[in-house]
C-alpha cells in the first residue's frame, strides 16, 4: 500500500505533460472519441438490422467474431502495418466496440412484443414512426446496455493500447513495467480501475433516467 | 358501410383462411364474426384496415375499395382493438389514448383534453392518467385500448377479441360498457370472438365463419338462434338454444294480475291458491299460500325490460310457478300466472317456427 | 517494419515451432481452467441466488463491477500476490470475469425451468437434491453452455493480455512481432487465438447437443416444420 502513497503522494506525478490530469484526460477523451464513433454506425445499423430483420446472422457472426479476436494482436497489427500515430489506433478501439452495440441494438429492436407493434401498424404509424416512437424506446435498456459494454471495452483497449504508443492511463503501467517501477504500475491501474468504475456508474445513472418508467417498472405505488 | 366482396385469402403454402366472403356490415350496427379457430374471422377483419390484403375480391369502405388508400392513412381513420390492448408500455396513459390525434396533428391540449373526455366515457378514473399501462389491471388496460380507438372519433371500430384475456366478470362488465358506448356513439363496429355468446350478446348481426374460412350464415342472433343455417351452426350454438332465444323477445306484453298483490294483513281473494305479500312501499316480501301464513321465497323480472326468459326464470323461483313483475322503482307491478305464461311460450314457439319454416326442414333436438 | 517485410515468412514459423506449440498449451490451460474454476463456483452461487433472490442483486452488482475492470488493471494488482509472470495472476482475474457471466447463467438456467415441472418432480417424491440434479440442472443446460461459450470464448482472447506481464500465452508472439517488428508471429497469434477459440466453442455446441437429446427431437421436428 505504500506504493500508492509513493505514486500519488509524488507531485512530479501530477504536473507536466506526463502526469496524472494529463494522462486521466487523453484516456477519457480517447475513449468517447473512440465510442462515439462506433456507436454512429454501430445504433443506426443495429436498428435497421433489427427492424427490417435482414443481416440478423451478420450481426450475431460479428459479435461471435469480435469476442475471439485479441486485442493485444489486433493493435499491434494494425499499428506495425499502418505506422506510427494515433489515428491507426482508433480503428481497432472503434471496430471493436461495434460489436457490441450492433448485438444489443439489433437484439433489442427484435425482441420488441410482436402485439405491440400490430397495434401500433394497426393504428396508422408508418414503418420509421413505429421504428423511433415505438420500438426504440422500449429497446433502450438493450440499446444501453450495449453502449455500457461497448465503453468498458474500449477503456480496457485503450489501456492495452499504452503498449503500442497510446498516451493516456495505460502509459503509466507499461512505463512502470518497463523501468520495473511497481509504484507507477499499480497507479496507473488504480487510475485505471477508478476510470472503469466511473464510467460503470455513469452508464448506470443514464439507464436509470432515460428509460422510461413505464418499460423498467421501476415506479413506486401503483 | 363495410362491405366484402367475393374476399378469398390464399396464402404460398396453399392455405385458404378466407374463401369467398361475400358480406355487408350495416352502418351504425355491430357485426360480429364468430367461429372455432382456422375460420378467418381474424384475418377477415384485418382485410378492413389492409393489415392484410385480400388474394382475390374486394373489401369497400364507404363505397371505396380500401385499396385505393394509403394503408396509414386509412388506419387513423379506423379505431384498432387488440386482445392485450398493445398499449404503449413507455407512455403513460393519456398519452396513450392521444396517440393517433398526435398522428393527426391535432394541437397536444386538445388531444389531452380529448383524452381525459373518453376516460370518463370508457369508465375510467381520471388518477390513472398518469399511470403506466404496467400499473393498470387487465380490465383497465383493455379500457384504455378502447379509449385509444375512439379518440380520433372514426366511423369504424375493429376489435380483436378485446376481452378474451380477461376473467368472466371483468368481461361482462366491459360487454356492458361496450353495449352503452354503442348506444351513445353508433360506431360501426366489427367484433371477432371465438365465444358464441359473447357473439349473440353483443351482435347487431352475426357471421358464423367455418373452418376454412367459409360464411356459415350472417343473420341477427334471433334468426340465427330459431333457425340456423346446417348442423355446423346448430353445433356451434350448442345446447338450449330454445331457452336463449327467449332473450330476445320482451315481457313487456305480459298480462298482469294486481288482484293476486295484498297487503301484509290482507286476506286473500277468493279463489286464489297463493297471493304476493308486500310492504307499506308495495315492495315484494314473499309467496303466501292461501290459509297458510308463512311466506315462501319469491322470483321477480323487471316488467319494463326484462325479457321472457327472464319471466320464466322468475317464475320458477317461486313456489307456484308464477312470476312477480316489478316497475322501474322495484315495486311490484303484478303478477304473471301460469297459465299466461304458458299461453306467451306457446305463442314464441309459433313465430319461431314460422319465421324458420321455408329454411330449416328439421326441428331441434328433444323435438316432441 | 521494414517495407518490403511479407506478411507471412514461412520459415520463421518452421524454426519456431515448438515455442509456438508451447505457447498454444499454456494459453489453453490459461484459458479453460478459469471457465472450470468458474462453473465450480458458480454453480453453488448460482444456486444460492436462484434460491435465495435478496441475495441475487449485490451478487450481480458486485460481479457486475469486476466485470467492467480492465484485464490488464488487475494483472498488475495482482503481481504484489502472486508474482509477475506466473500463471495465477492470470487465471484469477480471468475467473473473475468469467463467474461475471457464469453466475447470471445459471439463474437464468435454474429460472428457465418451468414451475410446473419443478411441482411435478416434487409432488413425484423427489428430494430437492435429486430434483435439482435430474431435474433442473438438465433444463438448465443450454442456458449455462451459453454462458460458456461466452466466457471461453473471450477467455481464450483475453489471455493475450498478459503478455504484458510476462505470462500470456500466444500473446507471446504478439509482443514478439512488436520488438522485432515484423508481423509474422503476430499473424500466427490470431490465427491460432481465434482458431483455439473456435474450436473451443464447438467443442461445446457438441457437448451440449450431447447433453441434451430431448432438445435434438425439437430441432428437428423444427427443422422438418
Redesign the interface.
Given at each position: 500500500m505504500s506504493w500508492l502513497a509513493d505514486f500519488f503522494g509524488d507531485p512530479a506525478n501530477w504536473a507536466g505533460p506526463y502526469g496524472i490530469p494529463v494522462r486521466l484526460a487523453e484516456h477519457a477523451g480517447f475513449c468517447a472519441l473512440a465510442l462515439g464513433l462506433a456507436a454512429l454506425v454501430a445504433v443506426p445499423l443495429g436498428l435497421l438490422a433489427g427492424h427490417t430483420g435482414r443481416g440478423v446472422h451478420l450481426v450475431t457472426f460479428t459479435a461471435?467474431?469480435a469476442?475471439?479476436?485479441?486485442?493485444?494482436?489486433?493493435l499491434?497489427?494494425v499499428?506495425?502495418?499502418a505506422g506510427v500515430g494515433t489515428l491507426p489506433v482508433l480503428v481497432p478501439l472503434v471496430a471493436l466496440a461495434v460489436p457490441p452495440i450492433l448485438v444489443n441494438t439489433c437484439e433489442g429492436v427484435r425482441g420488441v412484443d410482436p402485439?405491440?407493434l400490430?397495434?401500433?401498424?394497426?393504428?396508422?404509424?408508418?414503418g420509421h414512426?413505429v421504428l423511433l416512437r415505438?420500438r426504440t424506446?422500449?429497446a433502450?435498456p438493450l440499446i444501453l446496455l450495449g453502449l455500457r459494454l461497448a465503453a468498458?471495452q474500449v477503456?480496457?483497449t485503450a489501456?492495452?493500447a499504452a503498449?503500442?504508443g497510446l498516451g493516456g492511463l495505460?502509459r503509466f503501467?507499461?512505463d512502470g513495467?518497463a523501468t520495473r517501477d511497481?509504484p507507477q504500475?499499480?497507479g496507473?491501474?488504480?487510475l485505471?480501475?477508478l476510470l472503469?468504475?466511473a464510467?460503470?456508474a455513469a452508464f448506470t445513472g443514464v439507464e436509470r433516467v432515460a428509460v422510461?418508467?413505464?418499460?423498467s417498472?421501476r415506479?413506486r405505488g401503483? | 358501410m363495410i362491405i366484402f366482396e367475393d374476399v378469398t385469402k390464399r396464402y404460398p403454402g396453399g392455405t385458404v383462411a378466407v374463401r369467398d366472403l361475400t358480406l355487408e356490415v350495416p352502418t351504425g350496427e355491430i357485426s360480429v364474426f364468430v367461429g372455432p379457430s382456422g375460420c378467418g374471422k381474424t384475418t377477415s377483419l384485418r382485410m378492413i384496415n389492409r393489415m392484410i390484403e385480400p388474394t382475390e375480391g374486394r373489401v369497400l369502405l364507404d363505397g371505396r375499395d380500401v385499396r385505393e388508400i394509403d394503408p396509414p392513412t386509412l388506419r387513423r381513420g379506423i379505431g384498432y382493438v387488440i386482445q392485450h390492448g398493445g398499449l404503449f408500455p413507455h407512455r403513460r396513459v393519456l398519452d396513450n389514448i392521444a396517440t393517433v390525434p398526435y398522428l393527426l396533428g391535432w394541437d397536444r391540449r386538445r388531444a389531452r383534453r380529448r383524452a381525459r373526455e373518453l376516460m370518463e366515457r370508457v369508465g375510467l378514473d381520471d388518477e390513472l392518467a398518469d399511470r403506466y399501462p404496467f400499473q393498470l389491471s387487465g380490465g383497465q388496460q383493455q379500457r384504455v385500448g378502447v379509449a385509444r380507438a375512439l379518440a380520433a372519433d372514426p366511423p369504424v371500430l375493429l376489435m380483436d377479441e378485446p376481452f378474451s384475456a380477461v376473467d368472466p366478470v371483468v368481461r361482462a362488465g366491459l360487454q356492458d360498457e361496450l353495449l352503452r358506448l354503442q348506444a351513445e356513439l353508433r360506431k360501426t363496429i366489427v367484433f371477432v370472438t371465438h365465444d358464441i355468446d359473447e357473439a349473440i350478446k353483443l351482435g347487431d348481426r352475426v357471421a358464423v365463419l367455418r373452418e376454412g374460412g367459409r360464411l356459415a350464415q350472417y343473420a341477427t342472433p334471433a334468426e340465427l338462434l330459431a333457425a340456423p343455417a346446417d348442423d355446423f351452426v346448430r353445433a356451434f350454438l350448442g345446447r338450449d338454444r330454445g331457452i336463449r332465444l327467449l332473450s330476445f323477445l320482451p315481457a313487456a306484453e305480459l298480462p298482469l294480475r294486481r288482484d293476486l298483490v295484498v297487503a301484509q294483513g290482507d286476506p286473500a281473494p277468493a279463489g286464489a291458491d297463493w297471493v304476493v305479500v308486500v310492504d307499506a312501499d308495495r315492495r315484494p316480501l314473499g309467496w303466501r299460500a292461501a290459509g297458510n301464513g308463512r311466506l315462501a321465497g319469491y322470483g321477480a323480472y323487471r316488467a319494463d325490460r326484462d325479457s321472457l326468459r327472464a319471466a320464466l326464470d322468475a317464475a320458477l323461483l317461486s313456489p307456484c310457478g308464477a312470476a312477480i313483475a316489478l316497475d322501474e322503482d322495484g315495486r311490484v307491478a303484478g303478477v304473471v300466472t301460469r297459465d299466461a305464461l304458458d299461453a306467451a311460450l306457446a305463442r314464441a314457439a309459433a313465430d319461431a317456427h314460422r319465421d324458420a319454416a321455408p329454411a330449416a326442414g328439421r326441428s331441434g333436438e328433444g323435438a316432441g | 517494419m521494414r517495407p518490403d517485410e511479407p506478411l507471412i515468412r514461412w520459415d520463421w514459423i518452421g524454426r519456431n515451432r515448438s515455442m509456438i506449440l508451447e505457447l498454444l498449451v499454456d494459453n489453453i490451460v490459461m484459458g479453460l481452467l478459469p471457465v472450470l474454476f468458474g462453473l465450480l463456483l458458480a454453480l453453488p452461487i448460482g444456486l444460492a441466488c436462484s434460491r435465495w433472490r435478496v441475495l441475487y442483486q449485490p451478487a450481480s452488482g458486485l460481479l457486475n463491477v469486476v466485470y467492467a475492470l480492465p484485464s490488464l488493471a488487475l494483472f498488475i494488482v495482482l503481481i504484489p500476490v502472486t508474482g509477475l509472470a506466473e500463471r495465477a495472476t492470470v487465471i484469477i482475474p480471468l475467473t473473475c470475469y468469467a463467474l461475471a457471466v457464469l453466475v447470471p447463467a445459471v439463474v437464468d438456467g435454474l429460472r428457465s425451468v418451468p414451475d410446473h415441472v419443478r411441482q411435478a418432480a416434487e409432488a413425484m417424491g423427489f428430494t430437492p437434491l435429486r430434483r435439482l440434479v435430474q431435474v433442473e440442472l438438465p433444463i438448465a443446460v443450454p442456458v449455462v453452455l451459453a454462458g460458456m461459450r461466452v466466457a471461453t470464448v473471450s477467455g481464450i482472447s483475453l489471455v493475450s493480455v498478459g503478455a504484458l506481464i510476462g505470462r500470456g500465452g500466444l500473446g507471446g508472439l504478439f509482443v514478439t512481432g512488436w520488438q522485432l517488428r515484423f508481423p509474422t508471429p503476430i499473424i500466427v497469434g490470431v490465427v491460432l487465438v481465434v482458431l483455439l477459440a473456435v474450436t473451443a466453442d464447438g467443442l461445446l455446441v457438441l457437448a451440449g447437443r450431447l447433453l441434451t437429446p430431448w432438445a435434438r427431437a425439437r430441432r428437428e421436428a423444427g427443422e422438418a416444420a
Open positions: 461471435n467474431a469476442r475471439a479476436l485479441p486485442t493485444l494482436g489486433l499491434v497489427l499499428m506495425l502495418l402485439d405491440l400490430d397495434a401500433a401498424y394497426g393504428m396508422g404509424l408508418r414512426q415505438v424506446p422500449v433502450l468498458i477503456v480496457a489501456t492495452v503498449y503500442v495505460g503501467i507499461i513495467l511497481y504500475t499499480l496507473g491501474a488504480t485505471v480501475v472503469a468504475l464510467v460503470q422510461s418508467k413505464g418499460v417498472r415506479v401503483g | - | -
